[in-house]
């Protein structure tokens, strides 16, 4: 929300006021309290009315301020809360005349109690001044100024010449979002709107900073858009609470960030194969997926998963996680036939319950479901005729929606589709009696947690896995997300990959997209190369609506290409997998940027056509039908994956590719783990391990498996003129034996 007309003018209407002295501190139990007028007192007469502010500062951990600002702190908190691990820094307050200064590791909060300016330091470096403002609307005076209507708390957070803001979740426009202004309420808009899946409420600055908004609710950023040298975020209510990370670098601020909402879970290897979806709302029986299945099998493409979506269950009845008997007379034993192959199932699920569901009268009796106002079941005919909601604050709903969902885990199911979460009413009750518009963001947390805690369950913690829509703050925890409803050319596979780089500059770890595009059906052309692209991410479904996805029905080039690049994948698993091991621990993401990877390197500060896979890889997906691919190589010094080229990075590229090869280069000085088997996700890391050494001078690489350390590569250049290395493998307590990978060296 703009809460300014330009530079000094307030819209009309609203009334803002902000600190304008410090007139009382007190500290106690390690958070520092401050009495803030929003005027000047002179006289003791000043301080009878007016707006005064409360604002409450702690260290949640070392190198991060909390800020807590009020201006009514007797308004009932019915909002949910993040899940947070807040373990509890230290905090140091000094004051030296006017000035106090609080401090948490290398971040300082000062505060000028004369003025009440406040600012954020690393050391003696400015990283950004800070303006709390409660904005309050149709402001008449204190005497009229009691309903609680209309106000709002509002942070504005300068930024500096060159600074530039990443993140706020999945969002589809420019991966610098300076210009931009984001709401974060989540949406089903598809991928080509301003409108997102996944909002989050999160930034970082290439100062190597971070923000996080602890609000649940509808929040507005204006990022350097109505005051270009500001972010200002706002949320409806009295209350406003935030913290400021610092790095120093940004991938630091996503370590600190993850630490407070939570890492990534680790996916099981057999996730980093592929997937192939039956799409949408096709026509399909057992006998159309085995063709499919076995299809890519005869044609040599290894399949990894194989997605059942909504048509599973009977027309009108989703969800009620029953198989269609008409279709699907025996789903048991068709799992059973599919997993034979060895490979997994996946079945789509939404937390929306049909009327003619055979389990929505089971649910209204038990409460299961979120009500309206007064008592009735909250209903509505969008998506499913009928449908309701589950109740997921209601501990019983969530053992309920378990029991449905482990009775197909039972069946051979390993893992669930958890679309939607997005369209989530405003005006309901839960039963926790949660606020229902602060619900709206947070509802998705609750939705695949459920899903993911069950699978966890019976699956174990190496096994579990969702393949999930929406997201709010936390969400990072249930992984994996995918970018939701695309359309079939090059615009959108464009914008796929910029909502993917937000999201994993926001916490998330993991990254998918439907190969092809969702909507529509596209060319042979753009299939290949989103294939290409697709597989070179860390989760690849061939996915979409009203059309299937096997590439034999594009070309006979398309099923080579699908074949050459899914194989490529599965050579690289022993460094994708332990790549996500790194992930679950530090919360630096798989499929990252080129501005998070190479900060020093001015030139990759707005790139968001192309991306790093892990620390090693870098990969330039093609978007234009005459084959050309423009990209930029960072400084530095690199070897192309497919054709060993060796390239002096710092400059832009513009080169013809075909469609069996893709712009891949390796970071000299890497170790680079891969396998000589490729015909399936699920092999030994033991047994087809080999180390290739790109240029390597002094580099070491941990291989994992199941999650622990399988072996370590240590490499140095002992003598450059004959090429003599040392070398020692070390191993970790899950290795079999002292086994002795081969290594290439390049």
Aim: with cysteine; glycine share 8%; net charge negative.
């Amino acid at each position: 929300m703009k809460f300014k007309n330009g530079a000094w003018i307030l819209q009309e209407g609203f009334a803002a006021f902000s600190p304008k002295q410090v007139y009382e501190k007190h500290l106690k139990e390690d958070e520092l309290t401050i009495v803030a007028p929003t005027s000047k007192i002179v006289t003791k007469g000043d301080t009878l009315g007016g707006i005064l502010l409360t604002i409450k500062i702690s260290a949640p951990m070392d190198g991060v301020i909390r800020v807590q600002t009020f201006h009514h702190m007797g308004v009932v908190d019915r909002s949910p809360k993040f899940e947070l691990e807040l373990s509890g820094g230290h905090m140091e307050v000094s004051s030296e005349g006017n000035i106090t200064t609080v401090k948490s590791g290398s971040l300082s909060l000062v505060i000028d109690e004369e003025s009440g300016a406040m600012k954020y330091m690393r050391g003696d470096t400015l990283l950004t001044k800070s303006e709390p403002t409660y904005i309050k609307k149709e402001f008449r005076g204190m005497p009229y100024d009691s309903t609680g209507r209309g106000a709002y708390m509002a942070e504005q957070l300068s930024l500096g010449v060159g600074e530039l803001v990443y993140g706020l979740g999945e969002r589809f426009g420019a991966l610098v979002k300076n210009g931009q202004s984001i709401e974060i309420w989540n949406e089903d808009g598809g991928t080509s709107s301003e409108l997102s899946y996944k909002n989050i409420p999160f930034y970082m600055t290439n100062k190597g900073y971070g923000v996080f908004v602890n609000h649940s609710d509808k929040i507005d950023f204006e990022v350097a858009s109505n005051q270009v040298s500001k972010v200002v975020f706002a949320v409806e209510g009295e209350k406003l609470d935030y913290f400021l990370i610092d790095g120093p670098t940004m991938k630091d601020v996503l370590v600190k960030y993850t630490d407070i909402t939570g890492k990534p879970a680790l996916p099981p290897q057999w996730s980093f194969g592929l997937w192939l979806s039956t799409s949408f709302t096709t026509d399909y029986d057992e006998k159309t997926v085995m063709s499919f299945i076995d299809g890519m099998i005869d044609r040599g493409i290894p399949l990894s998963v194989f997605h059942f979506d909504c048509c599973w269950m009977k027309e009108f009845h989703w969800s009620d996680f029953l198989w269609d008997d008409k279709t699907f007379p025996d789903p048991k034993g068709m799992l059973k036939r599919i997993k034979e192959k060895g490979i997994k199932v996946c079945v789509w699920i939404n937390p929306y319950i049909a009327q003619a569901s055979a389990i929505f009268e089971e649910g209204m009796e038990n409460g299961y479901f979120v009500k309206r106002e007064n008592g009735d079941v909250w209903q509505w005919d969008m998506w499913q005729p009928g449908m309701a909601l589950v109740d997921f604050t209601n501990p019983d709903a969530c053992k309920w929606y378990q029991s449905k969902l482990k009775a197909l885990t039972d069946m051979g199911v390993d893992c669930f589709k958890t679309d939607f979460g997005e369209r989530i009413p405003t005006d309901c009750v839960y039963y926790n009696g949660a606020d229902p518009e602060k619900m709206h963001n947070y509802y998705t947390y609750l939705y695949n947690k459920c899903v993911f805690e069950l699978l966890k369950q019976e699956k174990g913690d190496n096994d579990a896995l969702v393949f999930a829509r929406s997201a709010t703050a936390g969400g990072q925890k249930f992984p994996v997300h995918w970018g939701g409803d695309c359309w079939s050319d090059y615009e959108p596979m464009e914008q796929s990959l910029r909502g993917g780089l937000s999201l994993t500059s926001s916490g998330f770890g993991f990254w998918s997209h439907d190969i092809g595009g969702f909507e529509q059906t596209s060319t042979a052309d753009v299939y290949k190369r989103w294939a290409a692209f697709g597989l070179c991410s860390t989760h690849s479904r061939l996915h979409g609506s009203s059309s299937y996805r096997v590439p034999w029905l594009y070309d006979d080039e398309a099923v080579e290409v699908v074949r050459a690049f899914t194989r490529r994948k599965l050579s690289l698993l022993p460094y994708l997998y332990s790549e996500a091991v790194k992930c679950t621990k530090t919360g630096i993401p798989v499929m990252r940027s080129l501005a998070l990877e190479f900060p020093e390197d001015r030139n990759c500060a707005y790139i968001d056509k192309e991306f790093m896979l892990g620390d090693s890889i870098l990969v330039a997906p093609v978007f234009r039908e005459d084959s050309i691919a423009e990209y930029y190589l960072p400084k530095g010094k690199w070897i192309n994956l497919f054709t060993g080229e060796r390239k002096d990075g710092g400059e832009w590229i513009c080169e013809k590719v075909d469609y069996h090869t893709i712009p891949m280069w390796i970071k000299s000085n890497t170790i680079l783990p891969t396998s000589n088997y490729t015909d399936d996700a699920l092999f030994d890391f033991e047994d087809n391990l080999e180390f290739v050494a790109y240029d390597v001078t002094d580099a070491k690489y941990d291989v994992y498996k199941n999650g622990e350390l399988l072996v370590s590569y240590e490499m140095k250049l002992k003598d450059e003129k004959t090429g003599e290395y040392d070398f020692r493998f070390v191993y970790g307590t899950c290795a079999k034996n002292e086994f002795k990978p081969s290594v290439v060296v390049f």
